[in-house]
T-cell receptor, first 118, second 110 residues
Framework: GAVVSQHPSWVICKSGTSVKIECRSL??????MFWYRQFPKQSLMLMAT?????????EQGVEKDKFLINHASLTLSTLTVTSAHPEDSSFYIC??????????????FGPGTRLTVT | GENVEQHPSTLSVQEGDSAVIKCTYS??????FPWYKQELGKRPQLIID?????GEKKDQRIAVTLNKTAKHFSLHITETQPEDSAVYFC?????????FGTGTRLKVLA
């Protein structure tokens, strides 16, 4: 149980375009979803936290108008990178937590999305 | 702000030896400490975790210790194998947010 999927697994887009990444909890209700960014050889950096039906909370330094997060249902959150630039190229990983974890806030990670902006 | 320091950044050990990775956290409200193994291009995988009301936990070759007073926690891998080679991250969580350490690249030499 507690499976999280992401789509797409990789995407290449041109500079200036927008890209949407989906994160789904397949077998549990995710009351909270998290979006992380991971640059090569670096740690996971939390970008934002979203609760179903409410606005996302962004970490300091993350532009909310550039990284649009929608958590419209208990099984789906989306991250849209708007007007992407090469410096946005990274590995984007979502995680989800709900009521099914052993620890109430245990996070289950998606497989990640490799974004390359040319 | 909250942060988690992790050492060492790289660690090479001979197959069969032990590996120890240490983390220090700053937020005294942290009460859950998971450890993740991440292979290149893949998602982090939870390998062991510990809650603040426990000082030590073991699962086969992997163990974690926690010193709440000093705000230190450590991962111990015994009898290392080549397939243990990966990047390991510690994390500290207070309520819902995870603060990750900087990662340790472990190489197990055959």
């Amino acid at each position: 149980g507690a499976v999280v999927s992401q789509h797409p697994s990789w995407v290449i887009c041109k500079s200036g375009t927008s890209v949407k990444i989906e994160c789904r909890s397949l077998d549990f209700q995710a009351t909270t979803m998290f979006w992380y960014r991971q640059f090569p050889k670096q740690s996971l950096m939390l970008m934002a936290t979203s609760n179903e039906g409410s606005k996302a909370t962004y970490e300091q330094g993350v532009e909310k108008d550039k990284f649009l997060i929608n958590h419209a249902s208990l099984t789906l959150s989306t991250l849209t990178v708007t007007s992407a630039h090469p410096e946005d190229s990274s590995f984007y990983i979502c995680s989800a937590s709900g009521t099914s974890g052993r620890v109430s806030y245990e996070q289950y990670f998606g497989p990640g999305t490799r974004l390359t902006v040319t | 702000g909250e942060n988690v320091e992790q050492h060492p950044s790289t660690l090479s050990v001979q197959e069969g030896d032990s590996a120890v990775i240490k983390c220090t956290y700053s937020d005294s409200a942290s009460n859950y400490f998971p450890w993740y193994k991440q292979e290149l291009g893949k998602r982090p995988q939870l390998i062991i975790d510990i809650r603040s009301n426990v000082g030590e936990k073991k699962d086969q070759r992997i163990a974690v210790t926690l010193n709440k007073t000093a705000k230190h926690f450590s991962l111990h891998i015994t009898e290392t194998q080549p397939e243990d080679s990966a990047v390991y991250f510690c994390a500290a969580a207070g309520t819902y947010k995870y603060i990750f350490g900087t990662g340790t690249r472990l190489k197990v030499l055959a």
